[in-house]
């Protein structure tokens, strides 16, 4: 098979290495963590939320599934899948850690391109919502069973948490993900290997303009691209990806608005007036920078 679970996991209480025994991942000190019926983990101690439910909400992570199914973005997974397996050794297993992997999408994308290509992945998609893990997790089930049987397990391993402490142990990982995402340089730089390479994929000035520019009444100037790698990285380069997408019907667009910030940015008369839209026709701009972890 050529997707497997990534397993390097760490005590979110302590650090200490977790064992998986039975349906629960267990670390030295005793702490315990069950697994959901859906096939996910939680090591998201209560003590490190912000508030009692984080993250995207139900109604948001089925409005991106939606969207992200239709494909519209598939040009984005495709470069992210191919930048993820360049360079990989053949033969060798490649971990990657997808860190705020929503409902999956990229992951899904990324373990087909592997399996064409018969290559080795070790994965795991981590977020902060519970309603985005838990979606992930139960279709990742669901494909599993459908191919394998009622006994069948997760591809991957899911896990509700936070990357400002990754719950996973230190130089284990080949690939890290940050997909429009709120990256915390230091601990992406703890779990990579030296050598390993961080992705990161963020919104360009033209991303999504033609909709920005019904629901706000002027758009505010492009904050200028950070250029200088992050502490403990080198950058390998970064380049841009544009296509435009059409979306035929209301609800597509509300979906689309739904999964992006400008959904609580915009004023109840912006939002008004994209609800009023049938169709629009927008530009996709997304920036994808690459930078490899530094030996120390």
Same mark, same amino acid.
């Given at each position: 098979?050529?997707?497997? /679970?990534?397993?390097?996991? @760490?005590?979110?209480?302590?650090?200490?290495?977790?064992?998986?025994?039975?349906? %629960?991942?267990?670390? *030295?000190?005793?702490?315990?963590?069950?697994?959901?019926?859906?096939?996910?983990?939680?090591?998201?101690?209560?003590?490190? &939320?912000?508030?009692?439910? /984080?993250?995207?909400? =139900?109604?948001?992570? @089925? #409005?991106?599934?939606?969207?992200?199914?239709?494909?519209?973005? &598939?040009?984005?997974?495709?470069?992210?899948?191919?930048?993820?397996?360049?360079?990989?050794?053949?033969?060798?297993?490649?971990?990657?850690?997808?860190?705020?992997?929503?409902?999956?999408?990229?992951?899904? +994308?990324?373990?087909?391109?592997?399996?064409?290509?018969?290559?080795?992945?070790?994965?795991?998609?981590?977020?902060? %919502? =519970?309603?985005?893990?838990?979606?992930?997790? =139960?279709?990742?089930?669901?494909?599993?069973?459908?191919? #394998?049987?009622?006994?069948? %397990?997760?591809?991957?391993?899911?896990?509700?948490?936070?990357?400002?402490?990754? /719950?996973?142990?230190?130089?284990?990982?080949?690939?890290?993900?940050?997909?429009?995402?709120? /990256?915390?340089?230091?601990?992406? *730089?703890?779990?990579?290997?030296?050598?390993?390479?961080?992705? +990161?994929?963020?919104?360009?000035?033209?991303?999504?303009?033609?909709?920005?520019?019904?629901?706000?009444?002027?758009? =505010?100037?492009?904050?200028?691209?950070?250029?200088? *790698?992050?502490?403990?990285?080198?950058?390998?380069? $970064?380049? $841009?990806?544009?296509?435009?997408?059409?979306?035929?019907?209301?609800?597509?667009?509300?979906?689309?608005?739904?999964?992006?910030?400008?959904?609580?940015?915009?004023?109840?008369?912006?939002? @008004?007036?994209?609800?009023?839209?049938? @169709?629009?026709?927008?530009?996709?701009?997304?920036?994808?920078?690459?930078?490899?972890?530094?030996?120390?």
């Amino acid at each position: 098979m050529s997707v497997s /679970p990534f397993t390097a996991l @760490a005590c979110p209480l302590d650090g200490a290495p977790l064992q998986r025994s039975g349906a %629960s991942w267990r670390c *030295a000190d005793g702490h315990c963590f069950d697994i959901a019926a859906q096939g996910y983990v939680n090591l998201l101690p209560v003590q490190n &939320k912000r508030s009692r439910d /984080p993250g995207d909400s =139900k109604e948001m992570v @089925a #409005a991106r599934r939606r969207f992200l199914e239709a494909g519209h973005y &598939k040009p984005i997974a495709d470069a992210v899948a191919q930048a993820v397996l360049a360079g990989a050794v053949p033969g060798r297993t490649l971990t990657c850690l997808d860190a705020g992997c929503g409902e999956g999408y990229y992951l899904r +994308q990324l373990a087909a391109a592997a399996a064409a290509e018969a290559r080795p992945l070790a994965l795991a998609g981590l977020d902060i %919502s =519970k309603w985005a893990v838990q979606a992930a997790a =139960k279709r990742d089930l669901q494909d599993a069973r459908s191919q #394998a049987g009622a006994s069948a %397990s997760p591809s991957t391993t899911w896990i509700v948490g936070s990357n400002a402490g990754l /719950p996973v142990l230190p130089a284990t990982l080949d690939r890290v993900l940050c997909m429009f995402g709120f /990256p915390v340089y230091p601990e992406f *730089a703890r779990v990579l290997r030296p050598g390993g390479v961080l992705l +990161q994929v963020d919104a360009g000035p033209d991303h999504l303009r033609e909709l920005r520019e019904v629901i706000y009444p002027t758009l =505010k100037p492009e904050r200028p691209a950070a250029r200088q *790698a992050p502490p403990g990285f080198e950058p390998l380069g $970064t380049d $841009t990806l544009r296509f435009q997408i059409h979306v035929d019907g209301a609800a597509p667009i509300a979906d689309l608005l739904a999964m992006t910030p400008h959904l609580y940015r915009a004023t109840a008369e912006g939002r @008004a007036r994209a609800a009023a839209l049938t @169709a629009l026709t927008m530009r996709v701009d997304v920036r994808r920078a690459r930078y490899r972890r530094l030996t120390d």
